[in-house]
């Protein structure tokens, strides 16, 4: 199965996830599936034992948008400018790669339009929800 994995970070200095994110990528691979990650940290195109790696993604600050003051207005309205531009990369990637299911590990940072993209695609999306928890 070629699988398409989005992550906002993959790289083991980067957090505990994103070492939890390369170990499921690799354990894939090492189960025979074809694996790609779309992801921000490193930048770049390379191949990680076994796993294809591209950076071309952007994690934007977190904010709270809770009691947004005028500041956070135009921090959104640019983030939203990085929103658009991650949902374009991954479904470049998506293109190219032509996966048969999108896992997300993690992408609050990046931004609702990578979801929905490639859910305007067709393909299976497996997202999982433990971000902030």
């Known amino acids: 199965m070629r699988i398409l994995m989005i992550s906002q970070h993959y790289e ?8 939890q ?16 990650v779309a992801t921000s940290l490193p930048r770049g ?11 071309v993604l952007r994690c934007r600050e977190v904010v709270e948008y809770q009691t947004p003051s005028l500041c956070h207005v135009v921090r959104y309205l640019r983030d939203e400018r990085v929103f ?6 991954v479904a470049a990637v998506a293109r190219a790669f032509v996966p048969d299911v999108v896992f997300f590990w993690q992408f609050w940072e990046l ?9 305007a695609r ?6 999982n929800v433990g971000d902030i928890f």
């Open 21 to 36: 994110c390369m170990d499921a990528a690799c354990g894939l691979v090492e189960r025979g599936h074809r694996v790609c």
């Open 12 to 19: 083991a200095r980067a957090s505990g996830y994103a070492l």
């Open 84 to 89: 658009r531009k991650n949902g374009a990369a």
């Open 45 to 55: 195109r390379r191949v990680d034992r076994g796993v294809e790696v591209r950076g």
């Open 111 to 119: 931004g609702p339009q990578v979801v929905q993209r490639l859910a």
């Open 122 to 127: 067709g393909l299976p999306l497996v997202l």
